[in-house]
């Protein structure tokens, strides 16, 4: 079997499934799932004595996060989920009657329904039509007008595995005076990101996914100029400065990101987090999913499927959305799945979603069960 740039041996799934489903949900590594045994062992067996040095870890945790998508700790906050994330730059930017926000109109809900809460504060949200066209530089520069002050994208589309070009919007973004907030949950994990050198001003993401950490668990990351500038919407007890001084109710929030924590964060999810991304800090892993989606683009398009995910340098992603002709999607994959293939089926195509340590050998499984699907579903 083709060697991987993830090591299969972590990923006991493998065994029994060819998991292809990543922006569904990912797998734990095994070395991710024993950290977490240790620490539920921990907790049952004393109690806070238990738990209290994972908690302790926590500016540790704030800190993986941070170095792999160049950030600084303080400027990194561990949440619940991507909505999360959202939700702190939505309820925190001071926002003037009549200014805008720009977003597309084929984004997953977690990055849409927080930005439209805003229009309760006179924000205007206006939709790039995906069916016309894509969030492309050229397109984002004609659609702000002088009052936007926010753009949000997903940095890759959940839908067809998109993948915008963050750098470039960053620029048109900030050329015309607004921010660039990006939601990366479908791309973090596969793909690597600069924070830094893209000039993302707030990035935010689930770990569930690409990350393979556990549900129920998130990061923000808010670049530092910003920080100061955002109202603590949803302030809890380890805001302030010193969440240890109980009763100086008055004392100002922390400096950092943390202070959007509010409570108790999820630790065993953050102790989930900071294991996996220790696992995923390898070498090749956007380069080898790219070569098993343009091989199953291409075995695809030779049994006739129609690829329904835009290709090509700079826009491909570990992403892949197809249909057969003359064939229900949802029985394509159900078909696939009776193979013990894992994929995400709809009516309007199955979505393939491979990482770091899937193989060609595996692409080549899939390309041969839906072949197969293709010839009895038609004839059924």
């Known amino acids: 079997m083709t060697q991987t740039p993830l090591d299969r041996a972590q990923f006991s ?8 489903n990543h922006a569904a949900v990912g797998v734990l590594p095994s070395r991710t799932r024993s950290a977490l045994q240790t620490f539920i062992d921990a907790h049952a067996g004393s109690g806070v004595m238990g738990a209290w040095p ?3 870890r926590l500016p540790e945790y704030r800190a993986a996060v941070a170095a792999f998508i160049n950030a600084k700790p303080a400027e990194i906050a561990l949440l ?17 009657e009549g200014d805008e ?69 960053a620029q048109v973004a900030h050329r015309g005076g607004a921010l660039l907030c990006v939601d990366v949950i479908q791309g973090l994990g596969a793909l690597p990101i600069d924070v830094q050198a893209m000039g993302v001003d707030a990035a935010y993401g689930g770990g569930a996914k690409w990350l393979m950490a556990l549900q129920g668990v998130s990061f923000l990351y808010v670049r530092e100029p910003l920080l100061d500038r955002l109202r603590l919407a949803w302030p809890g007890w380890r805001s302030a400065a010193d969440m240890w001084d109980f009763l100086d109710y008055d004392q100002p929030a922390t400096a950092a990101a943390s202070r959007f924590e509010g409570g108790t964060p999820n630790i065993i999810g953050a102790l989930s987090l900071a294991e996996s991304i220790a696992e995923l800090k390898r070498p090749n892993v956007e380069a080898h999913v790219l070569a098993l989606t343009d091989q199953l683009a291409e075995g695809l398009h030779s049994i006739g499927a129609r690829i329904l995910s835009r290709r090509g340098a700079g826009v491909s992603s570990a992403i892949l959305l197809f249909t057969l002709p003359g064939c229900d999607s949802i029985a394509v994959g159900r078909a696939l799945q009776e193979e013990q293939i894992v994929t995400t089926y709809r009516s309007n195509g199955v979505r393939v979603a491979p990482h770091g340590y899937n193989t060609p050998e595996e692409i080549g499984r899939l390309l041969e069960v839906t072949a197969r699907a293709r010839t009895f579903l038609k004839s059924a």
């Open 13 to 20: 799934g493998t065994q029994e499934y060819t998991y292809l």
């Open 54 to 56: 994972y908690e302790a």
């Open 80 to 96: 619940r989920n991507t909505g999360d994330g959202a939700n702190v730059l939505a309820h925190g930017i001071d926002w003037q």
């Open 101 to 169: 926000i720009v977003t597309a109109d084929n984004e997953f809900p977690a990055n849409v329904y927080p930005w439209l809460q805003c229009r309760r504060y006179g924000v205007n949200v206006r939709f790039v039509r995906t069916e016309r066209e894509r969030m492309t530089p050229d397109v984002l520069a004609r659609t702000m007008t002088s009052r936007t002050r926010l753009v949000s994208v997903s940095w890759v589309s959940f839908a067809d595995g998109y993948r915008h070009d963050l750098t470039a919007l």
